[in-house]
């Protein structure tokens, strides 16, 4: 880690500290939020999360979900305690642009900043940095940090939870991102009482009958099958948020479900929302959509999980997307998905 040791003596004494993770929060950017303030508590630093807008509510059993301030509910509030912060923690993001109207107040902070993050080209703007591309999640990382700062004995249930949310969704259950390093810390997650079965429940079994139903209109009604390219995509107008009241997180994980059919490759949630269009993207194999979103939609992520946003009329997005996948992928999308055992 990029000046490690200068960190951990700042950390030696009490400090005011703000712990940011990007917009549109997923599991890796609430677990290793909420991870991380549990451990830095017990430390006796003054903690405060600030998420730059809502958080999904099918985690708010978490401990202390309802202690996190969202920026765009609070701004007066919350931009006077990123004011008065000694040290400002940026999880699971490498880039200002991430943290939306937060970035301003952040990157104009004085405090001590610092990066823990596992996604591609980070943008110069912390002190401390621990980026690492080779990581299942920023969760996975926050644990390593504390192991790095000596405290894997002050791990308790609260650490643990928050942090194996965060890699059991990065993951997707440990269908892909993982390595021995990873299961090495969860075999060691285990035997310190976390109980699989039902933070897994919790993660995974959580639907309401409205984002239930929600579901069967994405895959009955908004799907395409591009099959000749093994892509495919649901669309979600402007229309269908207003219609069926969709709030942030009712489409947590609904991009996953293409790719449950046999030889799709490529799946895309491509999002209308009020002044922008919003693109998730997820992959097999070695396919990358990192490639995509980057290149195509101002965004990135990892190889088999990106995402994008542009501002462009919904159909030309979705057009632009279809024009990308056929003209310069058809050949990376139809060949055989060679899968060794």
Known sequence: MQNFEQLRDLLTSPKRI???????PDGDALGASLGLYHYLKKQGHRITVIMPTEMPQFLNWMKDFDKVLVYE????????????????????????GRIEGMSSLVGNSNAYKVMIDHHIEPKDFCNAVLSDV???????????????????????ES????????????????????????FRIVANMLENGIDNNKLTDLVFNSYTVKSFNLLAYCISDCLELMEEYNTGIITISQADHKKYNIQRGDLEGV???????????????????????????????????????SEHFNGGGHKNASGGAIKKPFKDVIAQFKEVITQQYKEELTKELVVEL
Do not use: P
């Open 18 to 24: 703000v712990i940011t993770s990007h917009a549109n």
């Open 255 to 293: 991009v996953n479900f293409i790719l449950k059919i046999r030889k799709m490759r490529c799946a895309a949630l491509i999002t209308e929302r009020r002044d922008i269009v919003k693109l998730s993207l997820r992959s097999k194999g070695d396919f990358s959509v990192q490639k995509i979103c």
């Open 159 to 182: 650490i643990l939870n928050a942090l194996y949310v965060g890699i059991l969704t990065d993951t997707g259950g440990f269908r892909y991102a993982t390595s021995a390093r990873l």
């Open 73 to 96: 509910n609070t701004r007066m509030f919350s931009a006077q305690i990123l004011k008065e912060a000694e040290v400002i923690f940026a999880l699971d993001y490498n880039d200002l």
């Open 134 to 156: 080779t990581a299942s999640s920023t969760c996975q990382l926050i644990y390593e940090f504390i192991e790095m700062m000596d405290g894997i004995d002050q791990l308790d």
